[in-house]
């Protein structure tokens, strides 16, 4: 061993006892932070990591905390979540599941060495809203959301949240960090301790970047600051934040050529997604528990973008089915510059508006397009709630080129052609999806038209 | 057209700059008990903690550039270089005496408003000696923290060895209260400084830590002085070099 590996708390090969009898072996030291180190290690059979505190961190009421944590168990399946503390001549640590290399450091978004599409950035904003969203319900905080905790598998937008140790109920702080410049709320850069509600504001900032590869707050201040130190980031990030797209006041706008990202995609995603940011960035900024969005609201917009996600024609880029953009310019077309339909008027693809009393949702037609539960009930707010499948896209075997709608659900569907007649789809079976139908009927509520 | 081979639209982010200085003292000293071996190696290890961490921060470019003061002071580089391709060029200890004057000036000429840029980030800058100034270094500090950008660098001193005088390199940091000079009393000791002022410090420089009191914490929580105690290891680890 190197001396230069001189950081590492303890030696390779090493067995830490751990609940039960069972051996907790260092298999490989796999790096350092502000708190601690982090080992590859195995207990019984499953290879696991753990992190290992420095001495300033051997703290009494960090133990207690994390063992809370593993009593509370892990919100969902996103979290590295501590699994069980080990402890040792008076020392602690704890395992928690190891990263697959499939997940990659999310800033890597942002010099474009990893790249997400609509579809899988909607996924993994969908993910992070619905992951904080179990987090807060039984009263805990994350304290610290920022885009060094987060990683990404960028082939399909599934998410990752490490550093889980930091967790604390609303209103306490055992680790005693208030979070990272550039993601925390400002009452927070203005010496306020977190909680679920400036969690909110920091999970706005990160999936603003995730989405705009920018910063909400770095617009023309930014390009005209020599020195970006602690206090120019207090001074804007605290004092006196301004959206770059504050409505109101135009003075702290992107800037062309510095800020470019964001200009172009700012135009690329559809109004209520601008105006979800635009509501946390101003009226959030003094209004902790009312002008920040709650996940749920994060989980409807993310659930309708996805919802009118269709692939170009030309050359399949994932592209927005936007009704305001139709209206204002006429026409959707395709953003690859390299592709025959860049900025060219594309079709419609076919749709569905299903109806749910008053409330309408879009939800565009693709070969692979699945109806979930969620979009056929009134309310299902969260993933696995609304995860069953309830429909899916299905060839007409005497005519592959006629596409229909499979019932997956357990209720007979009926629908009502143009003529008046009233047929019946049982479960499995599919139906036409064509112009001489009128309505389909879910028999949830929820009833839809066809648009093709 | 495949999905994979759709262009990424929007451009790469703009970027602040952030320069790490490393001072270094050649004086004949060095070259006693390896220091100077200690401190090659310990630059050459954390280069590649420096690349892994930039990726942590893209909206900053991370540049480094090595100064040798000995018999007067140069650049061991002629220009700051980009973290990413850096590839360290050993320095050797010189028949020369402790110019850290002449140092401070010529860095004085690196920290003007023209020589950083009108987008840039506190510049870290870590001074490494084993001995006592030999010229007017009370001068060249004055002219140096007589620039503007001297005022937000983060400047800390590494002592080598008991014989460094920590007063004077007191004076250069710039934060003497939290972080005084930190006497490195052996090699490993010595990269652990090394590693951290260039690391910890140009991360607290790209997002400053705040800490639970609202009090912005300056710099983060520099390494214990006394090495962890290894755990499955005897404690009386032979393998230091004690200077």
């Not at chain 1, 009226?283 to 917009?301: A, F, K, Q, S």
């Not at chain 2, 002449?102 to 690196?110: G, P, V």
């Not at chain 2, 100034?133 to 800390?156: A, F, M």
């Not at chain 2, 105690?229 to 004690?242: C, F, L, R």
Request: charged fraction near 25%.
């Amino acid at each position: 061993m190197s001396k230069l590996k001189e950081g590492e708390l303890i030696k390779n090969g090493f067995a830490l006892p751990a609940a039960g009898g069972m051996k907790c072996v260092i298999e490989e030291f796999i790096g350092g932070g502000g708190q601690g180190e982090v080992y590859r290690v195995k207990l019984g059979s499953e290879t696991l990591a753990l992190k290992w505190y420095f001495e300033d961190s051997q703290k009494s009421e960090l133990k207690a905390s994390l063992k809370n944590l593993i009593n509370i168990g892990a919100p969902n399946d996103n979290f590295l979540w501590p699994k069980e503390v080990i402890e040792y001549e008076g020392k602690f640590g704890y395992v928690m599941g190891l990263r697959p290399a499939e997940y990659q450091k999310s800033q890597l978004l942002v010099n474009g060495k990893i790249n997400l599409n609509f579809r899988t950035v909607a996924h993994a904003c969908l993910q992070l809203a619905d992951s904080f969203r179990l987090l807060h319900i039984p009263g805990l905080a994350y304290q610290d959301i920022n885009w060094g905790n987060l990683f990404i598998n960028p082939s399909t937008g599934d998410i990752l949240i490490c550093d889980n140790d930091n967790v604390t109920e609303h209103g306490k702080n055992v680790a005693g960090i208030a979070g990272t410049y550039g993601f925390m709320a400002p009452e927070v850069v203005m010496g306020g301790l977190p909680n679920a509600h400036t969690d909110m504001f920091s999970l706005a900032v990160l999936m603003f970047r995730m989405l705009f590869l920018d910063h909400p707050f770095d617009g023309k201040r930014w390009v005209d600051t020599a020195c970006w130190d602690q206090a120019a980031q207090k001074k804007y990030y605290g004092q006196m934040p301004l959206f770059i797209y504050n409505p109101s006041d135009s003075s702290n706008n992107p800037v062309a050529g510095e800020q470019d990202n964001v200009i172009l995609r700012w135009k690329m995603y559809p109004q209520y997604i601008r105006d979800c940011f635009t509501k946390v960035f101003t009226e959030g900024l003094t209004d902790p528990e009312n002008g920040r969005l709650m996940e749920e609201n994060w989980l409807d917009v993310f659930r309708r973008l996805q919802e009118s996600i269709f692939p170009c024609p030309y050359c399949e880029v994932p592209i927005i089915y936007d009704v305001d953009k139709i209206k204002n310019e006429g026409k959707i077309s395709c953003w690859n510059p390299k592709c025959q339909g860049y900025e060219q008027k594309l079709p419609t693809p076919p749709r569905l508006r299903i109806k749910i009393g008053k409330r309408e949702r879009i939800v565009v037609l693709n070969v692979d397009t699945k109806l979930y539960h969620y979009q056929l009930v009134k309310s299902a707010p969260s993933l696995k709630e609304g995860g069953p499948v309830v429909a899916e896209m299905a060839q007409n075997p005497k005519d592959p080129e006629k596409w229909g709608l499979r019932n997956l659900s357990n209720n007979n569907w009926t629908f009502t052609t143009n003529s008046g007649d009233i047929k019946d789809v049982n479960p499995d079976k599919a139906m036409p999806l064509t112009k001489n139908i009128k309505e389909i009927d879910f028999k949830t509520s929820a009833t839809a038209e066809i648009r093709i | 057209m495949a999905i994979d081979s759709v262009p990424i639209i929007g451009g790469g982010v703009s970027k602040r700059e952030l320069k790490i200085f490393w001072l270094i003292d050649v004086s004949g000293s060095m070259a006693i008990d390896g220091k100077m071996t200690a401190v090659n190696r310990a630059i050459k290890a954390v280069i590649p903690e420096l690349q892994s961490s930039a990726e942590d921060f893209p909206d900053i470019q991370t540049y480094v550039q090595a100064m040798k003061f000995g018999n007067g002071a140069e650049w061991h580089n002629s220009s700051a270089e980009k973290i990413e391709s850096y590839v360290w060029r050993e320095i050797d200890a010189e028949q020369a005496v402790t110019d850290m004057g002449a140092a401070m000036q010529l860095l004085a000429h690196e920290l003007t408003e023209e020589k950083l840029g009108k987008k840039a980030i506190p510049p870290v800058i870590i001074l490494l000696s084993d001995g006592q100034p030999t010229d007017n270094y009370e001068g060249g500090l004055e002219e140096l923290l007589k620039q503007r950008w001297s005022k937000k660098s983060i400047r800390v001193a590494i002592a080598i060895g008991k014989d460094a005088d920590e007063e004077k390199l007191k004076m250069f940091c710039s934060n003497p209260v939290e972080i005084p000079p930190f006497v490195a009393g052996n090699e490993t000791q010595l990269v652990k400084f090394i590693k951290w002022a260039s690391v910890a410090l140009s991360r607290t420089a790209s997002t400053p830590a705040i800490d639970a009191t609202g009090g912005v914490a300056a710099v983060p929580t520099p390494p214990p002085i006394k090495a962890e105690v290894k755990i499955g290891e005897a404690s009386d680890d032979t393998d230091d070099d004690v200077w």
